[in-house]
């Protein structure tokens, strides 16, 4: 639908889209340090984001908390105590909330609404945004902060889903006021990440809950506490330590690191490691060995010892070998945090139905039929993930030069020039976008590094009083080609993973990350920004007076 600009809209210099861990950030930086008039749209009623969205039960950060949070304030890490080492949804929330109300940052954000469409004006050199609510927005640039998840839940197309006589829910889109299973047959289906939150929940409180699996993920225990008040303590006063030590690692938190590769240690070495870190819990499993996702027979090794860990938990050798991944290398899908999920098959409660080789056929009024039989159900859970990455920036219809669609050009897969821009779409920048780190690393210290490129880049085009910035296609072209051979070198491909887009029939099959990691992405966007922000082009000059913040 074409958008028309109203003459009563006034045009802010910054829209961003989203209030969630970037968006927030974006507002305070681009306002409070910068002085521009910014404005935040939100679909939520609230601040938060993938964690005002994500309620299911069990739901919690797999990054630590005290990583998981933002630097770019001391006072702020003082004041603030995270209680457990692994923060649960209610209390990142509380946090995100915390942070507005402490930034004054809610009275330039709009709640409850969505963007719907966006048109860039050459004419002008401006973003004209369309809302759900009918309302047009214009800006000179548009920043789009919607996560790589939580904005694009999907459920699979099964036939006859609306004839069931139960209730659905998603765990991405859970009622605000919670759902009691108590006396329920429960369905889940899919256990990712989410899944294996959600299903060990679910079991404590159903009459009986069946759990629908494709594809076995591989999960380490979260290992979760209570943080001591000593130790909360001593971790405060260690802050701007760690957070310098985190800024120089691959994922952006800090965690042990590897005591070399696979072939340097002898079959006892590298058994005692893996059994540390399983012991240590968390995802820091995966650095068990420095060459982990690039060795085929380095990830064998830790591969193997968590199907042995499986067949250690679980009493019924029949199911353990079902949740024993065996297609694809560990970490080549997101390696999952759990508290108790394989223990959860031994309840008497808990039934595990394989999928794989006979797909869900159709959905009845009473439950799900598989192999011609129906297992009956009063609930179904989809734990079926997102539209990852491209899905929430499709979803809000940006149309830049020629009236191109971002749709169109991404029609084979995303482009990007560093994660941050798209050539043919000006004065548009994408935080945590295919073609970064992002969901490779802690997604807060990504979003700070992407949000703080970006205000930079702003101020340096305010200075040159220019009012027109777009990615150049041959930089473009240029960093596409140095994700993907990136990528090339690793395991990470052989994964049918929603890195991929695997997991939405359709879609491009696309290796959509960028794995140099945080440290070395911080490098290469930093020199770019040094060499006068290479590959980016500007023309058009604004007339004196007319500068944003100015």
């Given amino acids: 639908m074409p958008i028309s600009a109203e003459s009563d809209a006034p045009t802010r210099d910054v829209l961003v889209v989203g209030a969630g861990f970037s968006g927030m950030y974006a507002l305070r930086k681009l306002r409070d340090e910068l002085g521009m008039d910014v404005h935040v749209v939100e679909r939520g009623e609230d601040v938060g984001g993938t964690w005002y969205w994500n309620r299911y039960p069990g739901a919690r950060c797999d990054a630590e908390s005290i990583f998981y949070s933002y630097s770019f304030d001391a006072d702020l890490q003082q004041e603030w105590t995270w209680t457990e080492r692994f923060a649960t949804q209610p209390e990142i929330l ?26 860039f004006d050459e004419s002008d050199d401006r973003w004209t945004v369309r809302l759900e609510s009918g309302g047009v927005r214009r800006a000179r640039f548009l920043v ?60 404590k409180q159903a009459a009986a809950l069946t759990v629908f699996q494709r594809t ?52 006892e070495q590298q058994r005692a490691e893996l059994r540390k870190r399983w012991e240590l819990g968390g995802p820091g499993y995966m650095f068990a060995f420095a060459d982990s996702m690039v060795d085929e027979k380095a990830n064998a090794v ?39 999920y394989y223990a959860t098959y031994n309840r008497d409660n808990v039934t595990l139905v394989d999928v794989s080789g006979s797909p869900i056929e159709r959905v009845t009024p009473k439950g799900l039929e598989v192999g011609g039989h129906v297992h009956e159900v009063d609930a179904i ?13 499709l979803q809000l219809g940006l149309r830049g030069v ?45 979003a700070e590094q992407h949000v703080d490129w970006i205000a930079a ?54 290796f959509m990350p960028y794995v140099g990691g945080y440290a070395l992405y911080g490098q290469q966007i930093d020199e770019v920004a040094r060499d006068g922000y290479r590959g980016f082009r500007r023309n058009a000059v604004l007339e004196k007076g007319e500068r944003p913040g100015g």
């Fill in 94 to 119: 509380d946090y995100c909330r915390h942070v507005a109300d402490r930034f004054d940052l809610r009275r330039d954000i709009t709640f409850g609404d969505s963007v719907v469409g966006a048109v």
């Fill in 457 to 510: 880049h702003l101020e340096a085009l305010r200075a040159a009083g220019a009012t027109r910035v777009e990615a150049e296609v041959e930089a473009e072209d240029a960093w596409v080609e140095q994700v993907n051979t990136a990528a090339s070198f690793t395991l990470f491909p052989q994964g049918n993973s929603w890195y991929i887009g695997a997991n939405v029939p359709g879609k491009p099959r696309v």
């Fill in 381 to 393: 859970v989809f734990a079926t993930g997102y539209d990852a990455m491209t899905g929430p920036l």
């Fill in 302 to 340: 830790a591969a193997d010892f968590v199907r042995e860990q499986i067949r250690e938990i679980v009493r019924d050798q029949d199911v353990a070998r079902l949740l024993c991944p065996t297609t694809y290398p560990i970490g080549a899908k997101r390696i999952c945090v759990d508290t108790d």
């Fill in 144 to 203: 789009t902060a919607v996560g790589c998840l939580a904005a694009s839940p999907r459920v699979p197309d099964v036939p006859g889903l609306d004839d069931f006589a139960g209730a659905t829910y998603h765990t991405g889109r859970w009622p605000h006021e919670g759902v009691d299973f108590t006396g329920l047959r429960v369905a889940v289906i899919g256990t990712g990440s989410s899944g294996i939150q959600v299903i060990p929940e679910i079991a």
């Fill in 402 to 446: 020629g009236g191109r669609t971002l749709a169109e050009k991404w029609a084979a897969g995303p482009r990007t020039y560093l994660g941050l821009a798209t050539a043919d779409f000006p004065n548009l920048f994408m935080i945590t976008a295919p073609g970064s780190p992002s969901v490779l690393t802690n997604m807060v210290a990504s």
């Fill in 216 to 267: 076995p993920s591989y999960s380490v225990p979260a290992r979760n506490r209570v943080f001591a008040e000593d130790e909360i303590a001593r971790l405060k006063r260690e802050y701007p330590a760690l957070r310098a030590e985190a800024r120089q690692t691959g994922g952006g938190s800090v965690l042990p690191l590897p005591p070399g590769k696979a072939g340097d240690l002898s079959p």
